[in-house]
């Protein structure tokens, strides 16, 4: 009889330690996982900070590539007025 309050007594011990084990386990998974969280926030940032560069330098390329076309196609209107003058004979 003595000997089964033992063996129960030591399941129970080995139970409480099991289930501390677990939780200290939890706590250093959450702890590293907390401690990853900025790092990734940090990366995340620099890559949106990165295609927000380079969608402004292409939007600033398109910009100059339309006011090239615009310079362009009213060139040759602007000097229509011109060519007429001096074609007179």
């Given at each position: 009889?003595?000997?089964?309050i033992?063996t129960?007594?030591?399941l129970?011990?080995?139970?409480?330690l099991?289930?501390m084990?677990?939780?200290l386990?939890?706590?250093?998974?959450?702890?590293?996982?907390?401690a990853?969280?900025?790092?990734?926030?940090?990366?995340?940032?620099?890559?949106?900070?990165?295609?927000?560069e380079?969608?402004?330098?292409?939007?600033?390329?398109?910009?100059?590539?339309?006011?090239?076309?615009?310079?362009?196609?009213?060139?040759?209107?602007?000097?229509?007025?011109?060519?007429w003058?001096?074609?007179?004979?």
């Open positions: 009889m003595l000997k089964a033992n129960k007594i030591l129970a011990i080995l139970a409480a099991a289930a084990g677990g939780a386990t939890y706590q250093r998974h959450e702890a590293a996982k907390a990853a969280a900025p790092a990734k926030a940090a990366g995340i940032l620099q890559q949106q900070q990165k295609e927000a380079e969608r402004k330098a292409e939007n600033e390329a398109f910009r100059r590539r339309v006011e090239a076309d615009k310079k362009k196609h009213n060139s040759a209107a602007a000097n229509e007025g011109k060519t003058q001096k074609y007179i004979p």
